[in-house]
């Protein structure tokens, strides 16, 4: 795809040629130049510098991207100093076993042990550069821990089909952080380390500055690129950054899905028009010469509604997870240069419930009512399952004794504020009671004889009678009697947001980061890491996992542009 295509979606322009580097007027000059500084990007910077590269960084925010913005999991095993400290047994081994049944091919196997074997040592770089993890671990199955534990099973590795290929071990290592009971915007405990270790350094840092257009020269070779920016210090800066504050603190106290969100949101909107405003009128354009190459950092596209719907449509009703920097344009660079893209259309839906464990006990069932995702799988799972095999619908079915549990299992100081609100709010104002099965199916669409199957299978398993189809484990499977209790779970449900992740992203060689043209050659001088590429994560997603693969192909780019 070019710039000039109908669907090309971004303000990326069409790359600058020139015959010699003299024609420019360069701003800025390094070996490096990363594109997107959130944890890709830092890592990419910090690696650099350490093998001796001159790194020049910018960002279209202020920094931290999604990895700032997240639970501040990160995906490490194969024997990390955390997991031995707290008894946990795993191996590279062990580790590429299970995550080759979740990657299902998307990397090479050999890239995928080069993964599990450097997953420990990676752990260890972070930690020496002032990341902190530790236990204890919660042996449980839950979408995200209480915060009194810093080690789970972040995964599927707990279930019967996992652990027929590689003995469970937890992988998830939540940064040893705590504000209150919040469980979103810990990625500070990983992100801000790795920041302030790579301008240590000596690696440099523009925020407000938006990369447009690569240079290239005359064999079109990546040579450096142009962007616009609002300048640091000046007047228009810190106005910019005071709307965008005000504007996202509204947004983030009163989130959509709550009632008057819209018009709550109004407020907000002023300030985002006037932040806009701010970008068209006072920008100014900077240029930034790349001696060795531009690494491409800047995450996926879950932010650009019109990409969404072109690539993604499956998954455009989702929740974006992420932040706006998140606007496919570090992969419109890449093709911009003749980088070829894969997995455009895949993403990940992140439709979690559990806890309230009692709600992984019940059924989850399609527009005809027939199950079609084990309930007891990671959140990631049900979610893509849902999309791909249920038209991203799907209705929670459960009993009267389940509900009561639910409620006890949210109590306060049984789970995380928002995980006890987003329960609360779906048993209260989301959940349906319905007295018999004729009137369910006449409630909600189902086909009666379907419905009917599908509960009489479920009663059979939970008595022992027979093995479930969906290999769900025996303590998670309940009969379901009357009265049942129904709430809508699907990717566009209201009150239960299904948040989305784009995995799609420019092809690279995996073995050095460089991106690739469709005839598999490499861009000389054009590199790629973290969302912006096809990476581990681009199949399956699990908690923790794209941060860690950011890290393993951020380092992985600095390495080969050093090299």
């Not at 031995?84 to 795993?90: A, F, H, I, P, R």
């Not at 300048?231 to 504050?245: D, N, V």
């Not at 909600?444 to 199957?453: N, V």
Request: a neutral charge; one cysteine or more; charged letters at 20%.
């Amino acid at each position: 795809m070019h710039p000039d295509h109908d669907n090309w979606h971004s303000k990326v322009q069409a790359p600058m040629q020139v015959a010699s580097t003299d024609e420019v007027a360069w701003d800025v000059e390094a070996d490096l130049v990363v594109v997107g500084f959130g944890g890709a990007g830092a890592a990419a910077a910090l690696q650099a510098r350490e093998e001796g590269l001159a790194v020049a960084a910018i960002d279209a925010a202020e920094g931290g991207g999604a990895t700032l913005a997240s639970g501040g999991i990160y995906y490490a095993g194969g024997g990390t100093r955390i997991q031995q400290e707290v008894g946990e047994q795993d191996t590279p081994e062990n580790m590429f076993a299970y995550l080759k049944l979740e990657t299902q091919g998307v990397v090479s196997d050999e890239t995928l042990m080069r993964f599990c074997q450097g997953s420990a040592g990676d752990l260890d770089w972070l930690m020496r550069h002032g990341a902190q993890f530790s236990g204890p671990v919660y042996k449980q199955k839950t979408s995200y821990p209480n915060i009194t534990y810093f080690m789970y099973h972040s995964d599927n590795s707990l279930l019967p089909a996992a652990m027929e290929v590689a003995t469970p071990a937890a992988r998830g290592h939540r940064g040893k952080i705590v504000k209150g009971k919040s469980a979103v915007n810990l990625g500070d405990a990983i992100y801000l380390p790795l920041k302030a270790a790579a301008l240590k350094a000596g690696a440099t840092l523009e925020c407000k500055t938006e990369a447009r257009q690569l240079i290239i020269d005359s064999e079109g070779a990546v040579i450096g690129l142009r962007a616009l920016q609002l300048p640091a210090k000046s007047a228009a800066y810190a106005e910019h950054s005071k709307c965008l504050k005000r504007a996202n603190r509204i947004t983030q106290l009163y989130p959509f899905f709550l009632p008057g969100a819209r018009l709550v949101h109004r407020l907000a909107d002023r300030d985002f028009a006037r932040a806009a405003d701010i970008e068209r009128t006072q920008r100014v354009w900077r240029t930034y010469r790349a001696r060795k190459g531009v690494c491409l950092c800047a995450g996926g596209f879950v932010f650009n509604q019109p990409m969404m719907a072109h690539h993604c449509p499956d998954f455009a009703a989702g929740m974006p997870l992420g932040t706006p920097g998140d606007d496919g344009s570090g992969i419109r660079l890449g093709q911009s240069a003749g980088g070829a893209v894969e997995r455009m259309g895949r993403a990940t839906a992140w439709r979690f419930i559990n806890p309230p464990a009692a709600w992984s006990q019940g059924i989850i069932v399609n527009a005809r009512g027939a199950r079609f995702v084990n309930e007891a799988t990671y959140g990631a799972t049900i979610g893509n399952v849902m999309v791909e095999k249920a038209e991203g619908k799907g209705w929670l079915i459960l009993n009267s004794q389940m509900v009561r549990e639910a409620w006890r299992q949210i109590a306060p100081g049984k789970a995380l504020p928002f995980q006890q609100q987003l329960a609360a709010l779906n048993m209260l104002f989301n959940k349906r009671r319905v007295e018999t099965v004729e009137v369910l199916c006449r409630k909600f669409g189902f086909d009666e004889e379907t419905l009917r199957q599908t509960l009489a299978d479920t009663a059979r398993a939970a008595q022992g009678e027979r093995e479930d189809s969906l290999r769900k484990p025996a303590e998670d499977i309940r009969e379901l009697t009357p009265p049942f209790h129904v709430i809508d779970v699907s990717l566009a449900a209201k009150l239960l947001p299904c948040t989305v992740l784009t995995v799609g992203g420019l092809m690279v060689n995996e073995a050095t980061g460089q991106v690739r043209r469709e005839d598999g050659q490499e861009i000389p001088g054009l590199y790629a890491a973290g969302r912006t590429a096809v990476g581990i994560p681009s199949h399956l997603y699990v908690s923790g996992l794209s941060i860690a693969d950011c890290v393993f192909s951020g380092r992985r780019a600095a390495r080969q542009a050093a090299s």
